[in-house]
């Protein structure tokens, strides 16, 4: 019976020791992908891309987080918002082609994780779903909160 105790011990620190890994990894792949623009820590750049680190933001999409930052990533974005009094209209959010669907999912998960102070997260597979999903620009704008 112990060594059953033991076992459920080790599975639970290994479990534990794997999230903390992924947060890790989602924190380096954001900066390697997603800062050049976001800047780091998700603060945003004035003028060209808004600030990710708004926890009232996504606990305001609720479920429906997951499924607005993995369109967005996989989509791209391209209509006028404005964000803390902030109107952005320019650059368009592109689609992030080049990065695998696992390592999107990383990145989303610790965004909703980290910024976004959510307790939900985003597989390859959820990934793949939106990618080849109907979603629209003014689809993820309706999602947007009116508080914005």
């Given amino acids: 019976m112990k060594r059953c105790g033991f076992l459920g011990v080790a599975a639970l620190l290994c479990s534990f020791g794997s999230a903390q890994q992924a947060l890790a990894d989602g924190a380096e792949l954001f900066a390697d992908n997603c800062a050049i623009c976001h800047n780091a820590g998700g603060t945003g750049t004035p003028g060209l891309a808004p600030a990710l ?38 650059m368009p959010m592109i689609p992030v082609s080049a990065v695998s669907d696992e ?46």
């Fill in 103 to 148: 390592d999107l999912a990383t990145i989303a998960t610790w965004v909703l994780a980290n910024l976004g102070e959510l307790d939900q997260g985003v597989t390859a597979e959820d990934i793949a779903v939106v990618r080849s999903g109907a979603l629209t620009n003014a689809d993820l704008k309706a999602m947007r909160p009116e508080t914005e």
């Fill in 53 to 90: 680190n708004r926890p009232e933001f996504w606990q305001a999409l609720g479920d429906d987080a997951p499924t607005y930052i993995s369109t967005v990533m996989t989509k791209g974005f391209n209509m006028p918002i404005t964000v803390r009094g902030e109107r952005f209209a320019g």
